[in-house]
Nanobody, 121 residues
């Protein structure tokens, strides 16, 4: 079983930055894909970014150029650096562990509990 714990959320003003962390523990394959999701108020959860074991990343179009996913293999931790934050980035952010099935990411190993990010205008 995998445990994921996010941290680093908070309240910031538009234009500022935050870095989210996700510590991973338990049993999981070395070649996992980590995915960051977010759920804005009143909306469905959406996939923000993925990072593969070979460091390849994918991003949703609205965060490209502003968000960067990274990972520290030695610490079993993944990160989401969020720069130039906008009010529309306000959401609960979740990390997940999974695999790619074809071109689609499947968070089949589990989820974290989420961390709130609030961006004021």
């Amino acid at each position: 079983q995998v445990q994921l714990v996010e941290s680093g959320g908070g309240l910031v003003q538009a234009g500022e930055s935050l870095r989210l962390s996700c510590g991973i523990s338990g049993r999981f394959p070395a070649t996992y894909v980590a995915g960051w999701y977010r759920q804005p108020p009143g909306k469905q959860r959406e996939l923000v970014a993925t990072i593969s074991s070979d460091e390849r990343t994918r991003y949703m179009s609205s965060v490209k150029g502003r968000f960067t996913a990274s990972r520290d293999h030695a610490k079993n931790t993944v990160y989401l650096q969020m720069n130039s934050l906008k009010p529309e980035d306000t959401a609960v952010y979740y990390c997940s562990l999974g695999t790619f099935i074809g071109a689609n990411y499947d968070p089949n190993y589990g989820w974290g509990q989420g961390t709130q990010v609030t961006v004021s205008s």
